[in-house]
């Protein structure tokens, strides 16, 4: 069966749309909270759900290290193997880590379906989602280089080398030239991938010299929401993970003052590599803007992580010391979870007075509480990032007179 993605192909790419059923598997490793694993398998649930797979179980184990072969022990391995056997419309097993060629192997041997990854269902999502030319092509380049050293457990049908009579034969020389056909799969998609990074980098020459914002943040906060709100566009939004994969570009008016406002690809933790490195050319846009706008999801319980992560692929992306505002997204959520009926106002606005005090020192940035969708202080915002891009504005242009 195999992980695989019709690459490079017109049919349709990823999972059926039809939804399928799955079955999660997560390990709890030494010195691991295993409410922090419970966190990632709900998130992977919910990645699975955007792929077309509904989860039916979830299974955990604890080890110290991964087994080699499966994975997982084999006395867990039996009790997925029962479940799935009792449960035929199960379809596929979802790992929360990524598995080697030999491992997957192994799995679908014993289980009988298919075995994907958090990188695979990554993969497939954005395979999914992506719209324009150089979208599909990132795509297509992470795919294949995420497939490149799993080759041994997607071309299992031609490997003949264990040995007999009528068991040799050129099973390697096969996976060799795909290996070949691959590579040079990857060197012409990096070609056409330069010459589309070269074409934009001329088209924002082209902008001229506005102040460029751009919003950053985890996937599924509400920055496409934000985006709308404040560009009063109708970029594409949905509460699902990666509703927007494409950075779009719209020009925000603020008072008589104008600026540039892209809306980015969201971040998740564990993001394939190869993903981040094929995405670094439309991540441009987060590398030469003025300021960034890193939109938070205040009500999701592990917001402060999502922080951490987003932080860490701004890092990756050399983008860590710009100029930034959190604006924690959601804030009406926040209350409706966390709030009792009987506090009063005064009380509710003081939490959040000192919740927002201590937000600011622990992550050092300015920041604001917020509802994109409500429009919950929006017009404070508004201001906010009025006398921010103004601040700019003076810097770069000391001397001339202001024109807005």
């Not at 077309?52 to 997925?80: D, W």
């Not at 695979?120 to 979208?135: S, V, Y």
């Not at 080398?161 to 009528?166: D, L």
Request: some cysteine; aromatic content about 6%.
């Amino acid at each position: 069966m195999g992980n695989e993605w019709n690459v490079g192909g017109k049919s349709k790419k990823g999972l059926r749309k039809e939804l399928e059923e799955a079955v999660l598997v997560g390990l709890i490793l030494d010195k691991q909270d295993i409410e922090r694993v419970k966190e990632h398998l709900a998130e992977l649930e919910f990645l699975a759900l955007t792929a077309g797979a509904v989860c039916k179980k979830t299974f955990t184990q604890r080890l110290k290290h991964p087994n080699s072969a499966t994975f997982i022990n084999k006395g867990k391995l039996e009790e997925i193997a029962e479940y799935i056997e009792a449960n035929e419309k199960v379809t596929m097993v979802i790992f929360d880590d990524d598995l080697s060629g030999k491992q997957v192997s192994i799995l679908e041997e014993h289980l009988k379906v298919k075995i994907i990854d958090r990188s695979t269902l990554i993969l497939d999502i954005f395979a999914d989602r992506a719209q324009t030319a150089q979208a599909k092509k990132q795509v297509e380049l992470a795919q294949y280089q995420y497939m490149l050293p799993r080759l041994r457990g997607l071309w299992t049908h031609l490997e003949r080398q264990r040995g007999g009579i009528g068991m040799r034969g050129p099973g390697e020389k096969e996976i060799e030239t795909d290996r070949r056909i691959i590579r040079d799969k990857i060197a012409l998609l990096k070609t056409h991938l330069a010459k589309i990074d070269k074409q934009n980098e001329t088209r924002r020459k082209q902008r001229g010299q506005l102040i460029r914002v751009a919003l950053v943040g985890y996937t599924n906060v509400g920055k496409s929401t934000l985006m709308n709100t404040l560009a009063k566009s109708d970029v594409f939004a949905e509460d699902k993970l990666f509703a927007t994969l494409d950075t779009t570009v719209r020009k925000v008016v603020l008072g008589t003052m104008p600026l540039l406002l892209s809306d980015t690809v969201g971040f998740i933790r564990k993001l394939p590599h190869h993903l981040v490195e094929s995405f670094k050319s439309t991540l441009d846009e987060v590398r030469e803007s003025d300021l960034l706008l890193h939109v938070v999801d205040i009500a999701h319980p592990q917001y402060e992580d999502q922080i951490k992560t987003v932080a860490k692929t701004l890092d990756e992306l050399g983008a860590s010391e710009k100029p930034t505002i959190l604006i924690f997204n959601k804030i009406d959520l926040y209350r409706k979870k966390y709030f009792d009926d009987f506090l009063d106002d005064g009380t509710k606005a003081e939490i959040l007075s000192d919740l927002q005090t201590n937000l600011k020192n622990e992550f050092g940035h300015e920041n604001i509480f917020l509802s994109a969708l409500n429009k919950e202080n929006i017009q404070e915002f508004r201001a906010l990032l009025t006398e921010r891009v103004e601040e700019l504005y003076k810097i770069r242009y000391p001397y001339q007179k202001k024109m807005w």
